[in-house]
């Protein structure tokens, strides 16, 4: 089965200074990878796929298939980066159900 | 584009009562909707996948007879919580793919639910 693992439950970093969310995944298949965010009190919504391979937000991440991981990466963090980071797995042998991991929560202190 | 809503937002219910949760879709017609459960502090949940006009695919564990779902058109979904309990209480989520021909999901903002 597959499994999304985010080591860290909080990241706290100060403005300006990069920030980086690990996010390692286990999958028999090819894997499609996801980043969520989700800020106070608004829905989840999508900030990337490791498909496009755009950055969004000054956000981007990486698919490495050889570590298993796809870790999201900003150089300068702001203020309003702060939120809920979801990684998640989408399982396209299944009708493309999402797994997510446990997320990771980022302060970004001014 | 791409917006999916939730109705209640919040609903409160005593043990034993139904509760029916709407999923909808506003500007996209969605091929398959999912249902999710988040507990506080805790990560999102599959429950069930549907797409319209099938029966919907649950996740081990989740009983189909409690958490009845029904994918009646393209841009509805229901999910009712049956003889509701106060274990039942948590954070509904659903999401709707089929937007634009892709298979992103785009996520309605919660249903909080609680037993009493």
């Known amino acids: 089965a597959q499994r999304v693992t985010q080591p860290e439950k909080l990241l706290s970093v100060f403005k300006g200074a990069p920030v980086e969310l690990k996010c390692n995944y286990s999958?028999?298949?090819?894997?499609?990878l996801f980043w969520y965010v989700q800020y106070s009190r608004q829905r989840l919504q999508l900030l990337l796929r490791?498909?496009s391979r755009e950055s969004i937000k000054g956000f981007t991440a990486d698919l490495n298939k050889g570590e298993t991981s796809f870790h999201l990466k900003k150089p300068f963090a702001q203020e309003e980066d702060s939120a809920m980071y979801y990684c998640?797995?989408?399982?396209?042998?299944?009708?493309?159900?999402?797994?997510f991991g446990g997320g990771t929560r980022v302060l970004v202190k001014p | 584009g791409a917006v999916v809503s939730q109705h209640p937002s919040r609903v409160i219910c005593k043990s034993g009562t139904s509760v029916k949760i709407e999923c909808r879709s506003l500007?996209?017609?969605?091929?398959?909707m999912f249902w999710y459960r988040q507990f506080p502090k805790q990560s999102l949940m599959l429950m069930a996948t549907?797409?319209?006009?099938?029966?919907?695919?649950?996740e081990q564990g989740v009983e189909k007879d409690k958490f009845l779902i029904n994918h009646a058109s393209l841009t509805l979904s229901t999910l009712t919580v049956t003889s509701a309990h106060p274990e039942d209480s948590s954070f509904y989520i659903c999401?709707?793919?089929?937007?634009?021909?892709?298979?992103?999901?785009?996520f309605g903002p919660g249903t909080r639910l609680t037993v009493l």
């Open positions: 999401s709707a793919s089929g937007a634009l021909g892709t298979d992103t999901q785009y």
């Open positions: 998640a797995l989408s399982d396209q042998a299944a009708g493309n159900k999402l797994t």
């Open positions: 500007d996209f017609q969605a091929t398959t």
């Open positions: 490791h498909i």
């Open positions: 999958y028999s298949g090819s894997p499609e």
């Open positions: 549907s797409n319209e006009g099938s029966k919907a695919t649950y």
